[in-house]
């Protein structure tokens, strides 16, 4: 098989990275995908860097079995703290969300402070901070995590009492600083954008790192001359565990019908058997 | 090694059974434990049978390694999907919360309706549900997932406003079924008891394994011969990710200062390296 025709790899610690598959599959309708949700160790948000590392690589090994010419990082929390580790060990290209969500957050905020909301090791990790200091030095920005996002997005509580409570709560002291842009710097949130975007009011533009992150990945493709501009693309889904719900959550996630589909599959990684 | 003078281990999917920990040491002054919390992998409560007995048993050959004499798996996940595929597989005897839990929610309810509450995995085991019956088949029995109750213990949000609101949330309707006596149904949740108790009134009485868990694992080592009964305990933590949080929480949960400790270790779990 060349090059050109091989799939890209997706991952993410569970089901949220596939707000961005959509949207790459939406910027590449020709691309195949494989896409491996490590639902049996999710989340990655609340553990280690060490872990986090070790969890990507494997991921990425597994990827890497099904011949995929480039991997998308669609996780934050990797992202933040395994990026340049899995750079340095693999010979193909691998993007993470950072980046592009910065490029999105900096368009979008026109030289007014910026905020970023995400896990506690994307935060913590201080790679959005970084990032941002490097398109603009001076720029405002505050941070916070929103540790139970995750879990509410994961338990389909995304509007209602309770999540307007629990936001409140985190982005309270946030909505003071006079952001232009807060960005979504975790890829479960897009799925809570109503709710966050109602607490921040209408003053704060909410930007996502999706529709970035697609742009930077076919933008690799063309420089490659790995872009694939015609034929039928394959979307294959692999998971750690598998439950009764991970495919209805999936396509909740994915937003509506998934695309012309070879094959949908879902079945334990076999780093587990 | 004589038997007698070997460790008990006790195993959760994270810092939760701590809370058991306690009362065995309690219980047993003179035993020596060697604790493993699989924190990389946390939660199991969401996660599929599979996966959850494959994690167990990887944990249960870890604490092996170490020389154990018993294994008490400090886990209701863990307990309801994989204690008997552990029984059968290991040479020594292991210990589940779930009996105990049942036992002691028999003696205060009275012959009352009662009430579970746990993970999801957990409830839709049925595991609680069968026990209960094998002690009365004609009981009354009310059973509620209380899914974000893990998210926000491990936050430390376990008292205040949105932990009401999330009770509430889940226990209005078990409310009306004017149960005598509710079983925490997770090692995580007598963290939450007082939440609990204010949300259900003072009609219900709120029960948990810890205590009736200890007596099992007692009784089990009388019955054998194996309780020690003098000499200086030890006391060994181990978990599958270290994070600067751990060791503050985990004594937090364990309630207070740590008994005679010969060591408190935490390293990464040797199966990840």
Same mark, same amino acid.
């Given at each position: 098989?060349?090059?050109?025709?091989?799939?890209?790899?997706?991952?993410?610690?569970?089901?949220?990275?596939?707000?961005?598959?959509?949207?790459?599959?939406?910027?590449?309708?020709?691309?195949?995908?494989?896409?491996?949700?490590?639902?049996?160790?999710?989340?990655?948000?609340?553990?280690?860097?060490?872990?986090?590392?070790?969890?990507?690589?494997?991921?990425?090994?597994?990827?890497?079995?099904?011949?995929?010419?480039?991997?998308?990082?669609?996780?934050?929390?990797?992202?933040?703290?395994?990026?340049?580790?899995?750079?340095?060990?693999?010979?193909?290209?691998?993007?993470?969300?950072?980046?592009?969500?910065?490029?999105?957050?900096?368009?979008?905020?026109?030289?007014?402070?910026?905020?970023?909301?995400?896990?506690? !090791?994307?935060?913590?990790?201080?790679?959005?901070?970084?990032?941002?200091?490097?398109?603009?030095?001076?720029?405002? $920005?505050?941070?916070?995590?929103?540790?139970?996002?995750?879990?509410? $997005?994961?338990?389909?509580?995304?509007?209602?009492?309770?999540? $307007?409570?629990?936001?409140?709560?985190?982005?309270?002291?946030?909505?003071?600083?006079?952001?232009? !842009?807060?960005?979504?710097?975790?890829?479960?949130?897009?799925?809570?954008?109503?709710?966050?975007?109602?607490?921040?009011?209408?003053?704060?533009?909410?930007?996502?790192? !999706?529709?970035?992150?697609?742009?930077?990945?076919?933008?690799?493709?063309?420089?490659?001359?790995?872009?694939?501009?015609?034929?039928?693309?394959?979307?294959?889904?692999?998971?750690?565990?598998?439950?009764?719900?991970?495919?209805?959550?999936?396509? !909740?996630?994915?937003?509506?019908?998934?695309?012309?589909?070879?094959?949908?599959?879902?079945?334990?990684?076999?780093?587990?058997?």
């Amino acid at each position: 098989m060349s090059i050109i025709d091989k799939p890209i790899g997706v991952f993410d610690s569970g089901i949220g990275g596939m707000t961005v598959l959509k949207a790459l599959t939406e910027a590449m309708p020709n691309e195949s995908f494989v896409y491996f949700g490590d639902s049996a160790r999710v989340p990655y948000g609340t553990k280690s860097a060490p872990v986090v590392k070790q969890f990507s690589l494997q991921n990425s090994l597994f990827l890497l079995k099904h011949n995929v010419k480039l991997i998308v990082v669609a996780c934050n929390s990797a992202s933040a703290l395994a990026l340049q580790f899995l750079q340095e060990r693999l010979s193909i290209p691998v993007i993470g969300v950072i980046e592009p969500g910065v490029k999105a957050l900096m368009k979008e905020s026109a030289g007014d402070p910026v905020g970023v909301i995400g896990t506690r !090791a994307t935060i913590s990790s201080g790679a959005y901070q970084n990032a941002i200091k490097k398109y603009d030095e001076n720029r405002k $920005i505050f941070v916070q995590p929103c540790p139970l996002f995750v879990p509410l $997005i994961e338990e389909g509580m995304t509007n209602g009492e309770i999540p $307007i409570k629990i936001a409140e709560y985190y982005l309270n002291s946030m909505k003071l600083e006079r952001i232009g !842009a807060l960005l979504l710097g975790c890829t479960h949130y897009p799925l809570m954008r109503e709710v966050i975007a109602q607490v921040m009011g209408e003053a704060v533009t909410v930007v996502d790192s !999706a529709g970035t992150t697609a742009e930077s990945v076919k933008e690799e493709l063309k420089q490659r001359g790995w872009l694939k501009s015609q034929g039928f693309p394959s979307l294959d889904f692999y998971a750690s565990d598998v439950s009764s719900e991970i495919e209805r959550r999936s396509r !909740a996630f994915f937003g509506g019908e998934l695309p012309v589909v070879k094959k949908v599959e879902f079945e334990v990684a076999d780093f587990w058997v």
